[in-house]
């Protein structure tokens, strides 16, 4: 069957909504052969959607059609669950709503990430503190979804045989990205509806390919019997629409093991893997795709051209909206977190927030952080999400990275929006004072860190008054990779003199701080407004060096005020 052809059937029977990027690319990498002893090519899931990437998008094109408006969408999974935040996010897109239950699961600094962002994006979120209080956070799940509007189930993983054909149509790009049948397919598998499309699409392109699917949950959720019956239930509902396919031999796929201690525990093998690939610029997960990549290095002897599903979403950046767009870059030792506020506020925009790396959810390479590296991280995440030209707002060190990126990519900024940030470069004392916070961060940990620096941070009617708001920045600097904040603090240190380069600034410009700021005192501020031509300088009541996060309706309202000028 031609599968151009069938892809186009398909659509056209099960009429899916636009949710993702197709095909996603296939990355040949030749530099992976010593890490991976294949030739391994990448299938890139990851790229399936700039709002939110990763495998489930393609199943969620089918579990989501259709809904009538006002639909709550009632999913499970454990907290750091891809599929809970992937459904809140592509739900809320489609204009429903998203309730989650979920059960806990190890802590790892992505599993931080990841629940903290389905809080962020999902109605409500029901949480149990150990398995066998799962029933009831489910059933405040279902009880809060009632009140919300018509709930609709959509199940754990979003393994239902109608998102299995969107896998399917996964399986099938292949033949169009390929010369000839890889000999295997590594990839990892949970709850079984992304292997059981690719079993179908091997069966359907009669391709001899091997599907390993690396098990990463226990036997009972993720073995050969359940992925079968997930690709059953597609076939039959594929040919109910008068589209007959073959169904994948009875062994297909090969389970192999990577659970170790547990789903969600890190394997010594999986990080080896995760480190490998991270050092060829692939970002994997410790729960999936770390397991499976070890596995595909493991794989016996015979089984030389792979393809690797990255089927791990890149949480780093935060991308909310249509219109202008507008960039927002974190301070130091931050996340996009602390945009929270403008995030959800700045409504007719489109909103693009990223971590930089080695924070929030970026890969935290252990060297390489300059102002450089990080403007031209922010050019390749504009290049990434195909904007030209964006308003960029930066915060502190993300002030320092917005001049840099004026030095470097002056046509990719189309207006300047400085927050509690400095022109002038560290003096001796100031660069002191980094090395010995670099000191703190490797010999106590982040928490050390955040004990130093909130005091400093917050506006002293903040630290009294607004306990959520010192939490919510304890919490980011905790969950800042050890290698980020080294990196960022050497990079702060570095950093050039921005002076020369404010009466050089040629686009519109905001300058906004807080008026408790003692790291950014509003002289400074209004120094920076007076050097730049007609930039305007905005004083934020009550707010310390964190302005955006510590009075976010000032703040916000004086940001949509700049916005609506341009
Ligand atoms: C990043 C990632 N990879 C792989 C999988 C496994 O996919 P499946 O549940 O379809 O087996 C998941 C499932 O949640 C996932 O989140």
Same mark, same amino acid.
């Given at each position: 069957?031609?599968?151009?052809?069938?892809?186009?059937?398909?659509?056209?029977?099960?009429?899916?909504?636009?949710?993702?990027?197709?095909?996603?690319?296939?990355?040949?990498?030749?530099?992976?052969?010593?890490?991976?002893?294949?030739?391994?090519?990448?299938?890139?899931?990851?790229?399936?959607?700039?709002?939110?990437?990763?495998?489930?998008?393609?199943?969620?094109?089918?579990?989501?059609?259709?809904?009538?408006?006002?639909?709550?969408?009632?999913?499970?999974?454990?907290?750091?669950?891809?599929?809970?935040?992937?459904?809140?996010?592509?739900?809320?897109?489609?204009?429903?709503?998203?309730?989650?239950?979920?059960?806990?699961?190890?802590?790892?600094?992505? $599993?931080?990430?990841?629940?903290?962002?389905?809080?962020?994006?999902?109605?409500?979120?029901?949480?149990?503190?150990?398995?066998?209080?799962?029933?009831?956070?489910?059933?405040?799940?279902?009880?809060?979804?009632?009140?919300?509007?018509?709930?609709?189930?959509?199940?754990?993983?979003?393994?239902?045989?109608?998102?299995?054909?969107?896998?399917?149509?996964?399986?099938?790009?292949?033949?169009?990205?390929?010369?000839?049948?890889?000999?295997?397919?590594?990839?990892?598998?949970?709850?079984?509806?992304?292997?059981?499309?690719?079993?179908?699409?091997?069966?359907?392109?009669?391709?001899?390919?091997?599907?390993?699917?690396?098990?990463?949950?226990?036997?009972?959720?993720?073995?050969?019997?359940?992925?079968?019956?997930?690709?059953?239930?597609?076939?039959?509902?594929?040919?109910?629409?008068?589209?007959?396919?073959?169904?994948?031999?009875?062994?297909?796929?090969?389970?192999?093991?990577?659970?170790?201690?547990?789903?969600?525990?890190?394997?010594?093998?999986?990080?080896?893997?995760?480190?490998?690939?991270?050092?060829?610029?692939?970002?994997?997960?410790?729960?999936?795709?770390?397991?499976?990549?070890?596995?595909?290095?493991?794989?016996?002897?015979?089984?030389?051209?792979?393809?690797?599903?990255?089927?791990?979403?890149?949480?780093?950046?935060?991308?909310?909206?249509?219109?202008?767009?507008?960039?927002?870059?974190?301070?130091?030792?931050?996340?996009?977190?602390?945009?929270?506020?403008?995030?959800?506020?700045?409504?007719?925009?489109?909103?693009?927030?990223?971590?930089?790396?080695?924070?929030?959810?970026?890969?935290?390479?252990?060297?390489?952080?300059?102002?450089?590296?990080?403007?031209?991280?922010?050019?390749?995440?504009?290049?990434?999400?195909?904007?030209?030209?964006?308003?960029?707002?930066?915060?502190?060190?993300?002030?320092?990275?917005?001049?840099?990126?004026?030095?470097?990519?002056?046509?990719?900024?189309?207006?300047?929006?400085?927050?509690?940030?400095?022109?002038?470069?560290?003096?001796?004392?100031?660069?002191?004072?980094?090395?010995?916070?670099?000191?703190?961060?490797?010999?106590?940990?982040?928490?050390?860190?955040?004990?130093?620096?909130?005091?400093?941070?917050?506006?002293?009617?903040?630290?009294?008054?607004?306990?959520?708001?010192?939490?919510?920045?304890?919490?980011?600097?905790?969950?800042?990779?050890?290698?980020?904040?080294?990196?960022?603090?050497?990079?702060?240190?570095?950093?050039?003199?921005?002076?020369?380069?404010?009466?050089?600034?040629?686009?519109?410009?905001?300058?906004?701080?807080?008026?408790?700021?003692?790291?950014?005192?509003? $002289?400074?501020?209004?120094?920076?407004?007076?050097?730049?031509?007609?930039?305007?300088?905005?004083?934020?009541?009550?707010?310390?060096?964190?302005?955006?996060?510590?009075?976010?309706?000032?703040?916000?309202?004086?940001?949509?005020?700049?916005?609506?000028?341009?």
């Amino acid at each position: 069957m031609d599968p151009i052809e069938l892809t186009r059937k398909i659509r056209m029977a099960l009429a899916p909504c636009s949710l993702g990027a197709w095909p996603t690319p296939l990355d040949t990498r030749p530099d992976l052969e010593s890490a991976s002893r294949t030739e391994v090519s990448l299938k890139r899931e990851d790229r399936s959607s700039p709002r939110y990437g990763g495998n489930k998008v393609r199943g969620l094109e089918f579990l989501l059609a259709g809904l009538p408006a006002g639909t709550v969408c009632v999913t499970i999974g454990a907290v750091g669950s891809t599929h809970c935040l992937a459904t809140a996010v592509h739900a809320r897109h489609l204009g429903h709503r998203t309730v989650l239950a979920q059960f806990p699961q190890p802590e790892t600094a992505t $599993s931080r990430a990841l629940a903290a962002a389905s809080v962020d994006r999902a109605d409500f979120v029901a949480r149990s503190r150990s398995h066998a209080g799962f029933p009831l956070a489910l059933w405040r799940a279902w009880r809060t979804a009632g009140r919300l509007g018509r709930p609709r189930w959509i199940p754990g993983g979003g393994a239902a045989p109608a998102a299995v054909i969107g896998h399917l149509l996964a399986g099938l790009e292949l033949a169009d990205q390929l010369p000839a049948p890889p000999d295997a397919i590594v990839l990892p598998v949970g709850s079984g509806g992304t292997a059981a499309g690719l079993a179908l699409a091997m069966a359907v392109l009669g391709w001899p390919t091997t599907v390993f699917a690396v098990r990463v949950a226990p036997a009972l959720i993720a073995n050969v019997w359940r992925v079968r019956r997930l690709s059953r239930g597609a076939v039959t509902l594929l040919t109910h629409h008068g589209i007959p396919i073959p169904d994948p031999p009875s062994r297909t796929p090969v389970v192999l093991d990577g659970l170790g201690a547990g789903y969600g525990h890190p394997t010594p093998a999986g990080e080896a893997a995760r480190e490998l690939a991270a050092r060829h610029g692939v970002t994997l997960d410790p729960t999936y795709g770390a397991k499976a990549f070890a596995a595909l290095r493991a794989l016996p002897t015979g089984f030389r051209r792979v393809v690797f599903w990255v089927d791990d979403a890149d949480l780093a950046v935060d991308m909310r909206g249509a219109g202008p767009p507008l960039l927002f870059v974190h301070g130091f030792p931050f996340d996009h977190t602390m945009w929270k506020h403008q995030l959800a506020g700045l409504t007719r925009w489109r909103r693009i927030a990223p971590d930089l790396r080695g924070a929030g959810a970026s890969s935290a390479p252990a060297s390489g952080y300059s102002m450089r590296r990080y403007a031209d991280d922010l050019a390749a995440v504009l290049d990434g999400v195909g904007v030209e030209q964006a308003v960029v707002c930066g915060l502190s060190l993300g002030g320092y990275v917005l001049f840099e990126l004026l030095r470097r990519h002056p046509d990719r900024v189309r207006a300047a929006i400085f927050c509690d940030t400095k022109a002038e470069p560290d003096s001796d004392e100031a660069k002191r004072g980094r090395d010995d916070l670099a000191a703190v961060a490797q010999r106590h940990g982040q928490t050390a860190v955040a004990d130093r620096l909130v005091p400093n941070l917050l506006a002293p009617q903040t630290l009294e008054n607004q306990p959520d708001v010192v939490r919510h920045v304890r919490e980011m600097i905790q969950r800042m990779s050890l290698s980020g904040m080294v990196g960022a603090l050497r990079a702060l240190r570095e950093r050039p003199d921005s002076r020369p380069t404010l009466p050089t600034v040629g686009v519109p410009t905001l300058v906004l701080g807080g008026e408790d700021d003692r790291i950014s005192p509003p $002289s400074v501020m209004e120094a920076i407004a007076a050097a730049i031509p007609g930039a305007r300088y905005e004083r934020v009541p009550a707010a310390g060096h964190l302005a955006p996060l510590e009075q976010p309706l000032a703040a916000t309202r004086i940001l949509g005020e700049f916005l609506e000028g341009l």
